[in-house]
Nanobody
Framework: QVQLVESGGGLVQAGGSLRLSCAVSGRTFSVYGMGWFRQAPGKEREFVAGILWNAGNTDYSDSVKGRFTISRDIAKTTVYLQMNSLKAEDTAVYYC??????????????????WGQGTQVTVSS
């Protein structure tokens, strides 16, 4: 089994930056892809960014493309989400998720097998 622990959330003003981290432990060799999702109050959980663990291919939602960057440090078994130019609408609980082999980078919640506990990001306008 894989365990995920997010950190780095907080309160930031609009236009500011935050970096989220997701520490991956356990059977890390089984991880194929990692994703970041977010859920705002009253809204569905939505895909933010994803990365293939070994190949490094990435994908982003249109709403964050050009502002957010996903990366991973294989040696540290950690995935990062660098968030720049934050907007009030980025306010949400952010979750990292791990997927076993799929053959592609998933963009839906159902594509992922293990989830972290979430970290709150609040952007004040």
């Amino acid at each position: 089994q894989v365990q995920l622990v997010e950190s780095g959330g907080g309160l930031v003003q609009a236009g500011g930056s935050l970096r989220l981290s997701c520490a991956v432990s356990g059977r890390t060799f089984s991880v194929y892809g990692m994703g970041w999702f977010r859920q705002a109050p009253g809204k569905e959980r939505e895909f933010v960014a994803g990365i293939l663990w070994n190949a490094g291919n990435t994908d982003y939602s249109d709403s964050v493309k050009g502002r957010f960057t996903i990366s991973r440090d294989i040696a540290k078994t950690t995935v990062y989400l660098q968030m720049n130019s934050l907007k009030a609408e980025d306010t949400a609980v952010y979750y990292c998720a791990a997927a076993s082999w799929r053959g592609r980078l998933g963009v839906w919640s159902r594509d992922y097998d293990v989830w972290g506990q979430g970290t709150q990001v609040t952007v004040s306008s």
